[in-house]
């Protein structure tokens, strides 16, 4: 993602830092609000599907001799380019539903902000939701720094995701210190963990289900490795260790948003449920230290994913998987004009979709992806240096949470339901159509050539001619 190339620390910033971004500032409302005090059941449940196809991605990329993602690594081992287009077209559409979570997420932190300093006297402009505004704002003014150059630095990158880490780390430790009164704190409530909700599953496996979406960070680094010192090395360490940190970190703030904030203020704004859990027991510094912390974390996972995508777009656009007037690949850096129609779809998802609808379908994209590359490997399970357990773990937990988070939002969340089957429907069209045109149009011809040739018949059959004559007569 910069011309200096990063080192393991960097790279495990960008993983780190993108599922952070994901997890706690966007989902975990949202996954609190389903499986309560068990969230972190979900989180570490939802982890380990990713490892599963963090692992499938890795042994992939050693065995094809490629370096690469599931465009790649699709077309290496089927040798089917359409395939390989479809899932590469699929990925895009995770990422622009990744960014509009992380777009969404920002909106809501800066609204919070402005309300809790005074401000802010009005939620909306003209009727629309000014966080909604905020958000697609946000997006333009990234698009823009895409468009003009702007690349985030390693050094960036990594000051950003150190960060974020300290402060939701310090925030974990305080908020257990107060919760268990060590440290001199006056003893509380005992913090909640949610093993009885074991007894009944159900919530849980849909709560892992919707927070699919915000463990796709690590695949920054699969398509950035080329940006990577020693990446043989520091890519397979990186991706491993940042999915554990964020187990860890997700599972206790999961915990302590359960603990600590209300049950009106999660449903109210899902995405802000960290900073209002901050404030009980931190005060107002605790609520803005974390609400800017989040604004930093989002706005860089908007920027890294929009700079990456833009570049995976370009590659697809060379391969001919994408229409060329959608970028110019002799450019250097992010292709302009796909910037903007990434931008221009996520700013449009972010307007019709609302939080739960963005999850839902970003989750569905990306289980799509994880599914496949899990099986691909899988299929590759007699080789020596290929365990089928990490891959059979990623096949079952992706296709597997797809069913079940379509019959969740079908019996609970109808209009969330109907977005998400629209949108993902119009998905599969589009892609349908472009990598079906030349049969499409193979068949338009025939089609043409049958009814001119039978036109033809007709004028030149002395039968028919003779009857069309007496007919007249």
């Not at 709560?207 to 490795?225: E, H, K, N, T």
């Not at 890294?304 to 391969?319: E, P, V, Y």
Request: hydrophobic content about 50%.
């Amino acid at each position: 993602m910069s011309e200096q190339k990063l080192g393991l620390i960097g790279a495990m910033s960008i993983s780190v830092g993108g599922m952070i971004g994901g997890g706690v500032y966007a989902v975990l409302g949202v996954v609190v609000l389903q499986a309560g005090a068990a969230s972190w059941l979900a989180f570490t449940g939802a982890c380990l599907i990713s490892m599963g196809a963090s692992y499938s991605y890795i042994k992939l990329n050693q065995i094809s001799g490629k370096k690469g993602g599931s465009v790649t690594q699709i077309e290496a081992f089927t040798g089917r380019s359409t395939l390989a287009g479809m899932v590469g077209w699929t990925l895009l559409f995770g990422y622009i539903g990744a960014m509009a979570m992380y777009a969404f997420a920002f909106g809501g932190f800066t609204v919070e902000l402005l309300h809790s300093a005074d401000l802010l006297h009005t939620d909306s402009v003209f009727t629309v939701p000014l966080q909604s505004l905020i958000s697609v704002a946000a997006i333009g003014l990234f698009v823009a720094l895409v468009v003009a150059g702007t690349q985030v630095t390693g050094w960036v990158e990594t000051a950003l995701a150190t960060t974020k880490t300290v402060i939701i780390l310090g925030f974990g430790i305080w908020g257990f210190a107060y919760g268990f009164g060590t440290f001199g704190f006056e003893p509380v409530a005992p913090i909640q963990f949610g093993l009885d909700r074991l007894a009944t599953p159900v919530p849980i496996v849909i709560a892992i289900a919707i927070s699919f979406v915000s463990f796709q960070g690590w695949q920054l680094l699969v398509y950035d490795q080329e940006s990577i010192r020693n990446p043989e090395r520091n890519v397979p360490l990186a991706i491993y260790a940042s999915i554990v940190i964020t187990i860890i970190l997700d599972g206790m703030i999961a915990i302590l948003v359960f603990s600590y904030a209300s049950i009106d203020q999660i449903v109210a704004n899902p995405e802000v449920a960290v900073a209002f859990a901050a404030e009980t027991f931190i005060g107002p510094a605790g609520f803005f230290i974390i609400a800017v912390s989040a604004l930093l974390s989002t706005g860089s996972a908007i920027l890294g994913t929009l700079f990456s995508s833009a570049h995976f777009a370009k590659g697809m656009i060379r391969a001919g998987l994408l229409p060329d007037r959608t970028g110019n690949t002799e450019v250097g850096g992010a292709p302009p004009r796909t910037t903007v129609i990434l931008g221009a779809l996520t700013a449009v998802l972010v307007v019709i979709g609302g939080l739960e609808g963005i999850i839902s379908f970003g989750s569905l994209m990306f289980m799509v992806v994880f599914g496949a590359m899990s099986y691909l490997a899988l299929q590759q399970r007699h080789r020596d240096d290929i365990n089928p357990i990490p891959p059979l773990v990623g096949v079952v937990g992706s296709f597997g949470a797809f069913p079940i988070l379509i019959w969740n939002m079908y019996t609970n969340e109808p209009a969330v339901f109907g977005t998400v089957v629209v949108t993902a429907v119009a998905v599969f069209a589009v892609e349908s159509l472009y990598f079906g045109r030349e049969t499409i149009w193979a068949g338009v011809e025939r089609s043409g050539r049958t009814v001119a040739d039978f036109a033809s018949d007709r004028r030149t059959d002395p039968e028919t001619t003779s009857t069309e004559e007496s007919s007249t007569d």
